[in-house]
């Protein structure tokens, strides 16, 4: 299981060092896509399998809905391998999408890593620090 959060910092070429702790759960290869709130995804290609499964099950014809959760997240999509050190390029659509200028935040979240700028990933927490009290009783009302 993905857990827990860790700093790396975008390195020339792009390149960043994805934590050991989720290399090793990653496998050789893995997916790297657009996600929602502005951050990015980082999964193992058995996850990907896992997650286009949940989004694009449909009937016989895809619901709007669907399709463009599958434009957005499998058209974004970039199948990456990991350097020696651990590394991995991010291609500048992705970078550009998530804001990513500098240091990198990864966010183990069970069976997905998501990929945040640092300052935005703060902003994101603080406001989620913010609302915790609520957000627990949405869930627990079903809402």
């Known amino acids: 299981m993905l857990l827990g959060n ?5 390195g020339s070429g ?3 060092a994805v934590p050991k702790k989720f290399r090793s759960q ?3 290869s893995c997916i790297v896509a657009k996600w929602y709130d502005k951050c990015l995804v980082l999964l193992s290609e058995e996850a990907w399998s896992e997650l286009l499964q ?3 099950v449909t009937e016989t014809i895809p619901t709007a809905a669907v399709r463009d959760t599958m434009r957005f997240v499998m058209g974004s999509a970039f199948e990456v391998s990991f350097d020696s050190q651990g590394r991995f390029v991010l ?3 992705l970078l550009g999408y998530a804001g990513i200028k500098d240091e ?3 966010l183990g979240l069970g069976s997905r890593i998501e990929i945040w700028d640092k300052s935005e ?3 994101k927490e603080q406001n989620i620090s913010e609302n915790a ?3 627990l009783e949405q869930l627990a009302d079903g809402k």
């Not at 860790?6 to 975008?10: F, G």
């Open 91 to 93: 291609p500048d659509t």
């Open 104 to 106: 990198v935040m990864f």
């Open 121 to 123: 990933w703060e902003t």
């Open 133 to 135: 009290g609520a957000l």
């Open 26 to 28: 990653l496998g050789d």
């Open 6 to 10: 860790y700093i790396s910092q975008l």
């Open 14 to 16: 792009k390149r960043v």
């Open 54 to 56: 949940r989004l694009t």
